[in-house]
């Protein structure tokens, strides 16, 4: 499910300043990388570990912008990459 470079030695998605421009450049770039078919995966892991109805319509949300985050604000952005770290580090354990 994990795309893009394995980072197995960090623990947990680092904290960006939604502010700062060159910040919110890195995140619209991962977000991104992720395809309709990637959120899809994410929304039922969400789905099945039920992480809440807000939680899970921000996946189905981030799904419809694929590709094109420019159209989300930076702290969609940010919740969004979240959720996908905390279901990330939780399939690993």
């Known amino acids: 499910m994990k795309r893009g470079l394995s980072c ?3 623990k947990a998605m680092p904290t960006y300043d939604i502010n700062d421009p060159t910040d919110l450049d890195i995140l619209r770039g991962q977000f991104n990388m992720y395809t309709g078919d990637d959120w ?3 929304i ?3 789905e099945e570990r039920a992480i809440g ?3 899970i319509n921000i996946l189905k949300s981030a799904q419809r912008k ?3 985050a420019k159209y989300l604000s930076p ?10 770290d ?7 354990e």
């Not at 905390?86 to 690993?92: K, P, R, T």
């Open 8 to 10: 197995e030695n960090i």
């Open 40 to 42: 899809q995966e994410y």
């Open 44 to 46: 039922d892991e969400a």
């Open 53 to 55: 109805y807000k939680n």
């Open 66 to 68: 694929a590709g094109i």
């Open 75 to 84: 702290k969609v952005l940010q919740w969004v990459l979240s959720l996908v």
């Open 86 to 92: 905390q279901l990330d580090s939780d399939e690993e």
